[in-house]
């Protein structure tokens, strides 16, 4: 093969190799749309294999848009615990009442529509809509941005997701753009992940670490709001609990930013100086 193959070639080595080494992932084997989007919002900047238990138990505690909704923040909270990124889970029962209230309890077909959703972005829509409702335009992840570079920009340093989508345009298989992007997820991550080809990508940046990071105090301060008597504790003892936590840890975060961000992202309620879930 050339340096740079043709995109009958491109096609051919990557289903070949996704037809004998492929992954059999649960949300692959539906065509639930709310299964699907669950899959998508749960696998945001989190590894798969922290995904799977993960998903199976949320598809049995809220098995529909309905259950979703109407669910308390604590039990979505306790079956998000261990993924991360806790708005991610808010944004979801928030995007279950729309559905809900809005579209009759059907996800909507539409990019343009899904994108409106509360933690849906431009790549999250795109992914819906393929594996979802079978639309064939193409989209760009860590793992699929990996496989293009590799293939075709091997000298490139710079390499923009524009000039990556040009080609991926041309290389989507529109019969089946959803075994396409599933054999290209599956490449990038199994074959091209402990490579440095991302790195030539101008949307490279390194991910910060999540230990002692804002994100893991977040964290921290819902473990001990969920560990309390009911859900429930003064807000002034939540601060002494995290101040002791920091001072142990040689972090100079501040207690109240910490409870204030989680405040407004809804995970965490004030009333009467008691902080609950």
């Known amino acids: 093969?050339?340096?740079?193959?043709?995109?009958?070639?491109?096609?051919?080595?990557?289903?070949?190799?996704?037809?004998?080494?492929?992954?059999i992932l649960p949300w692959?084997?539906?065509?639930s749309p709310y299964h699907i989007l669950i899959s998508e919002i749960?696998?945001?900047?989190t590894q798969v294999s922290r995904v799977i238990q993960k998903y199976n138990d949320f598809i049995k505690k809220f098995p529909d848009f309905s259950t979703l909704a109407s669910s308390s923040t604590k039990d979505l909270l306790s079956i998000w615990q261990g993924l991360g990124y806790?708005?991610?889970?808010?944004?979801?029962?928030e995007l279950a009442k729309q559905v809900i209230?809005?579209?009759?309890?059907?996800?909507?077909?539409?990019?343009?529509?899904?994108?409106?959703?509360?933690?849906?972005g431009p790549y999250t829509s795109r992914a819906i809509a393929?594996?979802?409702?079978?639309?064939?335009?193409?989209?760009?992840?860590?793992n699929i941005r990996r496989v293009y570079i590799?293939?075709?920009?091997?000298?490139?340093?710079?390499?923009?997701?524009k000039s990556i989508l040009t080609i991926a345009k041309k290389a989507v298989l529109k019969e089946s753009p959803k075994t396409w992007h599933y054999a290209l997820f599956d490449y990038g991550s199994q074959i091209l992940r402990k490579t440095s080809v991302n790195k030539r990508s101008t949307t490279y940046h390194n991910q910060s670490k999540f230990e002692k990071s804002f994100r893991f105090y977040r964290t921290k301060a819902i473990n001990i709001v969920m560990d309390s008597n009911n859900s429930r504790i003064l807000q002034k003892t939540l601060i002494y609990e995290l101040e002791k936590i920091f001072e142990k840890d040689s972090v100079s975060f501040q207690a109240k930013s910490i409870i204030d961000s989680l405040i407004h992202d809804r995970l965490f309620?004030?009333?009467?100086n008691m902080i609950s879930i």
């Open 86 to 93: 806790w708005r991610r889970a808010k944004y979801l029962q």
């Open 150 to 161: 590799h293939f075709f920009f091997p000298k490139e340093t710079k390499v923009t997701d």
């Open 28 to 31: 692959r084997t539906t065509s």
């Open 1 to 23: 093969m050339k340096d740079v193959p043709t995109i009958e070639e491109f096609q051919q080595l990557i289903l070949k190799w996704y037809e004998e080494n492929g992954r």
């Open 269 to 272: 309620q004030l009333q009467k």
């Open 101 to 120: 209230t809005k579209y009759n309890g059907k996800l909507p077909k539409n990019i343009e529509v899904l994108e409106t959703f509360p933690g849906i």
């Open 130 to 142: 393929c594996f979802a409702f079978g639309n064939n335009e193409p989209f760009i992840d860590t």
């Open 42 to 45: 749960m696998l945001q900047q």
